[in-house]
Structures are given as structure tokens and as C-alpha cells.
């Protein structure tokens, strides 16, 4: 006979639902109306897909940028005739009309240095290449052998740089980019060749293997020279740049200060020149593009908070449609935190899944970008995929705090009414 | 032994302006494994009372002792522990699940109380066994007719092995053969020792009952036991 095993009930003492009671139930309340768990699923989804993908494009441009000027030469400091605009006015500026130009002897003095390790000089301009009849516009630059370690260049095999020493200067040689060499010899061997370039017969000593890339100057597409030569065809002794590579990382500093004493000591005591430091750029792009990433990343994440609204209209949507389930459970000896549980394990369950299936169509899309532009390194940082996930998940359960409590609340007797 | 001991239960609703007295002063003591039916025209406080009975709804004034300890002044989760293991309701209209299968909703009260799925299971094997139910164990509501749907809700309702049994017109979305295959059956369950409660608008019904109670404007009309 029932009443005769009489137990007092003592609900601190009473066993509550189990944890993975809660999810079975939650899950057959989730799947019992699929269209609804759905788009919540969805927008869930796309919230922390945008996240991804945006963050993941924003980081892309940050390393590409960094990547390039790594490509650049690693501590590198480089020397630009004329004064930037930063220092202000100055006296001097107005008696002064031109800045003195940068020449090869300044270059060599730069040696001196003794944070210095080597340089290289720079002069660019375009003129015209040819060859078996055979006509082309490429981009010249003059320089020294130096710029072969300077700006960490790959050569193709039997290939040789600028010779050394004053030869290198004056020799009748040119190293060419890939894409020169493709367009101008085609399939013949290119080294050895004899070629017109302006007014002057070169012999192709090199092919510079083919990058892709590089900032400021595509390598494929250029031609080296000796410096001299080069000149001598633009007519011109000045230089366009002074690429010096310090002695080590720490060096940067100090070679950019005793670059700059030995210049203003060579222009008659003028700071007429500008040198910048890779570091600092690259610091700067760095920081920029980082500021970036953060903003677009947090400008994707509002659509999670949307996203977050939307689970909130849903589990308020879940309490009205099941009423009379909730008035039921009552009835049959659920508390209220047992109601708020199963209601919370809902949401739960929708941002997870969102949140996950989100994460993996994020993933896609950067990999779909990454297969697009392979040069972009479209990653998402591992700090944006974190915080798309954590909001997700704090917004889905935060959102659903009230739907869950007006649920937990429903008075039994009005519950069982409506059904 | 007295089961339910109500005295001077009040509740009252708002009605705009008016105060509707759905109970105004009920002395009620039911004892352990009587056998109650209560009629009443519709607003006459019967089901009020009914879900006073259930711990549903908390009257205005008055004491209500069941097995013998005031559960009035529980709180909302010790009333719940109570109705987990000392009482079951059977509706008018099943209130069971859609989504869950037969077996699935006779589990839901031992799924709350946190009994273990090993127990759960064979509990419901033998419920399902014992209601006639085992070839629809899997089946969902909308694929069970109606009789069979109150078997599973009158099944879940005795899963906890209640004290007292709640029915609120649970033959009121029945044919009358099936009604009174669930009228045998609750009567069963009452020869084996529940205490069955019966709200009805049906004398006929009602007269089934050893006791029957009439309700009018809140108050008890008539107890045949008096």
C-alpha cells in the first residue's frame, strides 16, 4: 500500500535531475521544433563566422604586411635624401633651397659606422631592355653586390650576382628579375646573353628567382646593375636610397644615430637626410593593423550580441508555446530551479552549436580566402576565435537568463490552464 | 487515519473591481484511501479546491495538513518535493508531452526526482506492463487514441507511488465506453490503497464515489459522509 511506506520529503536531502537528464530533455525540447532551434542555430552561427573570417582578414593583412617587410632585410635601416616634413621649420630650410643629394661616397663613408655590418647604394629609374628585336620597359636598379645580402635575394641556380669591389661598380653586367627573363629570352637560356639596355651592352650575369612579392619594388619584374652604370644612364650621380643592415637588433639604433652624424658631418653640419628604421615601421604597421583586426573583430561581434537577442526572442517564443508543459512539470514535483535549468540547458545547447558550427564556417571561409589570395595569410588569431566563442556562449546563456526565469516563475494553476 | 485535514481554507480571486470567494471557509478530512468524488457547477470552487489539494495554488487563510504536517507553510521547494512523492494528477486533457514518446512521459516524475535511468527503466516497464501499454511504449501522443493517452497520463501519475491521487474530469475528453475503462481502472488503483479524488461535473460519475461532496459558491453543499 502506498501511503503505508510514508517518506518525508526533505528537498535539501532530495536528489535533483541529473546533469545529463537535463541535456536529454533539453535536447528533444530543442529538436521538437527544428525550424525555431534552427535559425537561432543560424544566427548564432553567422555571428561568430563573421568574427572568424573578418578577424582572420584583418590579421591576414597584418602578417602580409609584416611578411613583406621581413622580405625588406632584417635590421635594416634605410637613408632618403631630404629632410621630413616632421622636424618642424627650420631656419636653415628657408636659407637652403634643395637638400644635398646622396651619393656613393656618402654610402661608403656610412661604413665607418661601427654598428654598421654592409649597404648598399640604390638608385632607380625605368629604361628599356632588348634583345633578339625584342623591346621592354623595366625598372632599373643600381647598386652593389652588398644588395644581395642586404635584401635577402634568392638567385636560380648558375646564376651570379654584382661581382664584388670596384668592379661591381663599373662592370657591364645585370642581374634580371624572372618575369624579364620569361618575357625577353622566353625559352633560351638568359645567362651569358648579351643585352641593349639604353645605350649599353650587358651581359646577363643572374636571374633573380621568382617572388611574388616584395615591397616597394616587384623583383620579377626588375634589373639590376652596378650602381656606376646605372648612374651614368640616368644621367646622375645622386641615390635614390642607402639600404645599411646594423650589426644585430639591438644595433638599429645606434647605426641610425652614427648614420646620421656621419651624413650631417659630410653636408656641412645639415640634417639633410632621413633615415628610418624597419623596426619602427614594421612596429607601426604592426600596431595599426593590430587596432584593426580588434575593431573589425569587434564590430562582427555586435552581430553576436544580435545573435544573442534573437536566442533571448526564441526561449521567450519556447516558454509561451510550452506553457502547459511547464505548468506540467510543476505539477509533477519539478522546482524551479530544475525549470530554470532545463530552459537554460536549451540555450545552452543552441549558442554551442552556433557557436561551433560557426567556428568551423569561419574556418572555411578564411580557407576559401586563403585559396583565393594565397599570398594573404588569412588565419583568424586564436584570441578572436577565443572571444567569438566565449561571447557567443555568454550572450546565448545571458539572453536566455530572463526567458528561463519567466519560466522557472509561471504560476502552476494558470500554466496547466493554457495548453 | 486522516490523509487531508482541511480547516477554514480561504481563497479569494480579483476580478477587476469584484472578489470572486472560489473557497470561503472549507473543513474537509479525507482518510487515507477513501474513495472522493466533488461536483459543482463550473465557478463553484472545485477545482480551486482540487488544486489547493495538489499544492498547486496556496489558499488565502486557513491550515492544510496532509499526513499529518502543515503544508501550507512549506516553501515553494519543499511543496514541490511533496507533490514529486506524495501526489499525482490526472487532467482532463492528458497533458502529456508531444515530443516524448508513451514510455518517455510515464518517466518524466522519476526523471525530476532524480532517480537513476537503471531503476527508472524497469519501474516504467512494469507500469507500462501493468496500464496495457507495452506495445505503445514507443509511440508519441498523437499516435495513441484517447483512452490510451489517459492510461499513460494516469500511469505517470502512480509512477511515484503516490499518497493521493488528483483527477480533475478525466473523462471529460472521452467517449463514454473509454471513460469508463479510466474510471475502472482509477478505481483499481483505489482498491490497491491510493486515495482518489474526483472532480466531475458528471452526477453519474460522482455517484460512483463512497463519498461525494457538492460544492456551491466555495462552500461544501453536502458530504454524504455527515
Redesign the interface.
Same mark, same amino acid.
Given at each position: 500500500m502506498p501511503a503505508g511506506e510514508q517518506v518525508t520529503p526533505d528537498p535539501e536531502r532530495m536528489p535533483v535531475m541529473s546533469g545529463a537528464d537535463i541535456l536529454r530533455f533539453a535536447r528533444t525540447a530543442a529538436l521538437g521544433y527544428p525550424l525555431r532551434t534552427a535559425l537561432s542555430v543560424l544566427a548564432m552561427a553567422i555571428g561568430v563566422a563573421a568574427v572568424v573570417v573578418l578577424t582572420a582578414l584583418g590579421d591576414g593583412a597584418r602578417r602580409y604586411v609584416v611578411g613583406q617587410f621581413s622580405a625588406l632585410g632584417s635590421n635594416l635601416v634605410i637613408v632618403l635624401p631630404g629632410r621630413s616634413a616632421t622636424g618642424g621649420f627650420n631656419p636653415v630650410n628657408v636659407v637652403t633651397s634643395t637638400p644635398r643629394d646622396l651619393t656613393v661616397e656618402d654610402a661608403q663613408a656610412l661604413l665607418a659606422a661601427p654598428a654598421v655590418r654592409q649597404l648598399a647604394p640604390l638608385t632607380v629609374g625605368t629604361s628599356e631592355i632588348s634583345f633578339g628585336g625584342r623591346l621592354r620597359e623595366v625598372v632599373l636598379a643600381g647598386s652593389t653586390a652588398s644588395l644581395k645580402d642586404v635584401r635577402h635575394y634568392q638567385l636560380e641556380p648558375g646564376s651570379h650576382f654584382l661581382p664584388e669591389g670596384e668592379a661591381g661598380r663599373v662592370a657591364p653586367v645585370a642581374v634580371v628579375g624572372a618575369k624579364i627573363r620569361d618575357e625577353v629570352f622566353g625559352t633560351q637560356p638568359a645567362i651569358g646573353q648579351l643585352i641593349r639596355l639604353g645605350d649599353r651592352r650587358l651581359r646577363v650575369i643572374g636571374i633573380l628567382k621568382a617572388s611574388g612579392q616584395g615591397m616597394g619594388m616587384n623583383t620579377d619584374e626588375l634589373v639590376v646593375v652596378p650602381v656606376a652604370l646605372a648612374q651614368s644612364l640616368f644621367n646622375s650621380n645622386t641615390l635614390f636610397r642607402i639600404l645599411v643592415e646594423a650589426r644585430s637588433r639591438g644595433q638599429i639604433e645606434a647605426a641610425k644615430a652614427q648614420v646620421l652624424d656621419i651624413l650631417k658631418a659630410r653636408h656641412g653640419g645639415e640634417e639633410d637626410v632621413t633615415v628610418i628604421t624597419q623596426d619602427a615601421v614594421l612596429a607601426t604597421f604592426d600596431r595599426l593593423l593590430g587596432a584593426l583586426t580588434a575593431a573589425v573583430g569587434g564590430i562582427a561581434a555586435i552581430s553576436l550580441l544580435v545573435a544573442g537577442i534573437l536566442v533571448m526572442n526564441v526561449m521567450l517564443v519556447a516558454v509561451a508555446q510550452r506553457t502547459g508543459e511547464i505548468g506540467l512539470l510543476k505539477a509533477l514535483g519539478a522546482r524551479e530551479a530544475d525549470i530554470r535549468q532545463l530552459f537554460l540547458a536549451e540555450a545552452a545547447m543552441l549558442s554551442l552549436f552556433g557557436a561551433a558550427s560557426g567556428y568551423l564556417l569561419g574556418e572555411a571561409g578564411a580557407f576559401a580566402l586563403r585559396s583565393f589570395f594565397p599570398v594573404f595569410p588569412a588565419y583568424p588569431p586564436g584570441w578572436a576565435v577565443a572571444a567569438a566563442l566565449i561571447t557567443a556562449l555568454a550572450t546565448g546563456l545571458g539572453f536566455s537568463l530572463l526567458p528561463a526565469q519567466r519560466a522557472a516563475r509561471l504560476d502552476p494553476v494558470q500554466a496547466l490552464m493554457r495548453h | 487515519m486522516a &490523509?487531508i485535514e482541511l480547516s477554514g481554507i480561504e481563497r479569494a480571486f480579483h476580478l477587476g473591481d469584484s472578489v470572486v470567494h472560489a473557497l470561503a471557509g472549507i473543513d474537509l478530512v479525507i482518510k487515507? @484511501?477513501e474513495y472522493v468524488s466533488i461536483v459543482g457547477a463550473s465557478g463553484s470552487g472545485k477545482s480551486t479546491l482540487l488544486?489547493v489539494l495538489?499544492l498547486?495554488?496556496r489558499p488565502a487563510a486557513g491550515s492544510y495538513h496532509l !499526513?499529518d504536517?502543515d503544508v501550507t507553510t512549506l516553501? +515553494?521547494? !519543499?511543496q *514541490? *518535493? $511533496?507533490?514529486?512523492?506524495?501526489i499525482g494528477?490526472v487532467?482532463q486533457?492528458f497533458?502529456l $508531452?508531444?515530443? &516524448?514518446t508513451a514510455a !518517455?512521459n510515464i518517466a518524466?516524475?522519476l &526523471?525530476?526526482? @532524480?532517480?537513476a535511468p537503471a531503476e527508472r527503466e524497469a519501474r516504467v516497464g512494469r507500469a507500462l506492463r501493468e496500464f496495457g501499454l507495452e506495445q505503445r511504449a514507443r509511440h508519441r501522443p498523437d499516435e495513441l487514441s484517447g483512452g490510451q493517452r489517459q492510461r499513460v497520463a494516469i500511469a505517470?501519475a502512480t509512477i511515484?507511488?503516490? +499518497?493521493l491521487l488528483l483527477a480533475d474530469e478525466p473523462t471529460g475528453n472521452l467517449d463514454r465506453a473509454t471513460g469508463e475503462e479510466v474510471i475502472r481502472l482509477l478505481e483499481a488503483l483505489n482498491a =490497491? =490503497? $491510493?486515495?482518489l479524488i474526483l472532480v466531475t461535473h458528471d452526477p453519474a460519475l460522482a455517484a460512483h464515489a463512497q463519498r461525494q461532496l457538492v460544492m456551491e459558491d466555495g462552500r461544501l453543499k453536502s458530504d454524504t459522509d455527515r
Open positions: - | &490523509l487515507a @484511501g488544486n495538489g498547486l495554488d !499526513e504536517r516553501s +515553494a521547494n !519543499e *514541490a *518535493a $511533496v507533490r514529486s512523492r506524495r494528477f487532467f486533457s497533458h $508531452v508531444p515530443r &516524448l !518517455e518524466l516524475p &526523471l525530476l526526482a @532524480g532517480i505517470r511515484m507511488q503516490p +499518497a =490497491g =490503497g $491510493v486515495t
